[in-house]
């Protein structure tokens, strides 16, 4: 035999696929915020810094989808950084960009202002993730014995 292979080699391709099913129920809660906050009498904070809690929240999944294989702690780290970058580019301005900003698109993907509370939410959303994240049976792996152990490639 040229090598072993992983005792669950499809754990990878169903921790992704349960990660962007997750991601896609996020964004749904994302836009009916967006969309139907304020007609149900939402206050204003909850709209704005729950999306951006949310939108944290589906970059969480995002990344988990497009790296399965980091550790709890890597992953971490890389969506710490993909939500920061995108927040602090929010300082800059050039007219591509900015015009950019001006779409539905735009905003949703990058926003139109920095604030420090964005941040706040962010470490929120990808706590919340995280924890969402724990509770999804994505890292359990049914032995033959029967008993449930932690995967280690998710």
Not at 39 to 68: D, H, I, N, Q
Not at 133 to 153: F, M, T
Request: with cysteine.
């Amino acid at each position: 035999m040229h090598g072993t292979q992983p005792v669950n080699s499809i754990a990878p391709l169903r921790t992704s696929l349960t990660r962007a099913a997750l991601a896609l129920v996020v964004i749904a809660c994302g836009l009916s915020l967006r969309w139907y906050g304020f007609p149900l009498g939402l206050p204003a904070f909850v709209v704005k810094y729950g999306g951006s809690l949310l939108w944290a929240t589906m970059v969480f999944f995002l990344v988990g989808v497009l790296l399965p294989g980091l550790t709890p702690e890597a992953a971490r780290g890389h969506r710490d950084g993909d939500c920061a970058r995108g927040r602090v580019s929010r300082l800059v301005h050039v007219p591509w960009l900015d015009t950019f900003r001006l779409t539905t698109a735009g905003a949703l993907l990058l926003g139109r202002i920095f604030s420090l509370w964005n941040l706040v939410a962010y470490a929120v959303g990808i706590a919340f993730g995280a924890w969402i994240d724990q509770l999804a049976p994505l890292h359990r792996v049914r032995q033959p014995c029967g008993c449930v152990k932690r995967n280690p490639l998710a």
